[in-house]
C-alpha cells in the first residue's frame, strides 16, 4: 500500500449550521442518514461522546443482506463545537489496518452550512468507492435537512 492519497468533499446544505452539527453528534439523527444508499444503522448501535477522546462508534447493515455489516470505532482526537470534528479510526480490518483520520470542518453562511469532509490516508483503489458511499450519505443526510429546512 505505497500509494496512499486522502479525500476531500465539500458540500452546502440549505440548513443552519447547529443542524448541521446535530446531525453528526446526535445518535438518533446519526442512525436516519449514516452510509451509503442501501445502507441502515440501527440506533442502538450508535455511540457518540462528544469529547476528545470519545467513543464515535456505529453498526451499518447492508439493507438486502443484513449479514454485511461495517463497523466503525473512532476515536475522537478534536472536537471544537459547531466548528470541527476529527476521529481516527483504526486500525483494523475494515480500516485495512491504517489509522484513518476524518476531519469534518462546518462553515455557516447565511443561513447556509458548507461542509467540508477530509479523509485518509487511504490507498488510491478505495478512494473512489468512498467518495461516492460519501456523496451518497451526504445525499441522504440533505434530503433529511431538507424535511425541516
Known amino acids: 500500500m505505497e ?7 465539500a458540500r452546502q446544505f440549505s440548513a443552519p449550521k447547529t443542524a448541521v452539527w446535530a446531525a453528526f453528534v446526535e445518535p438518533e439523527i446519526i442512525a ?11 440506533e442502538e ?9 470519545g467513543r464515535h462508534e456505529l453498526e451499518m ?6 449479514e454485511a455489516k461495517v463497523p466503525l470505532k473512532a476515536v475522537l482526537t478534536s472536537f471544537d463545537e459547531y466548528e470541527c470534528l476529527v476521529s481516527a479510526d483504526g486500525p483494523h480490518e475494515m ?23 477530509t479523509q ?3 490507498p488510491f483503489e478505495v478512494v473512489d468507492s468512498s467518495t ?5 450519505a451526504l445525499g441522504k443526510l440533505e434530503a433529511l435537512l431538507a424535511e425541516y429546512f
Do not use: C, Y
Open 95 to 117: 480500516t485495512l489496518d491504517l489509522v484513518i483520520e476524518t476531519r469534518i470542518e462546518f462553515k455557516e453562511f447565511a443561513g447556509q452550512t458548507m461542509l467540508t469532509l
Open 61 to 66: 447493515v447492508q439493507i438486502e443482506n443484513p
Open 132 to 136: 461516492k458511499a460519501w456523496h451518497s
Open 3 to 9: 500509494s496512499m492519497t486522502e479525500l476531500v468533499i
Open 32 to 42: 436516519q442518514w449514516w452510509g451509503p444508499q442501501g445502507w441502515a444503522v440501527n
Open 120 to 122: 485518509g490516508p487511504l
Open 45 to 53: 448501535s450508535v455511540v457518540f461522546e462528544a469529547k476528545v477522546g
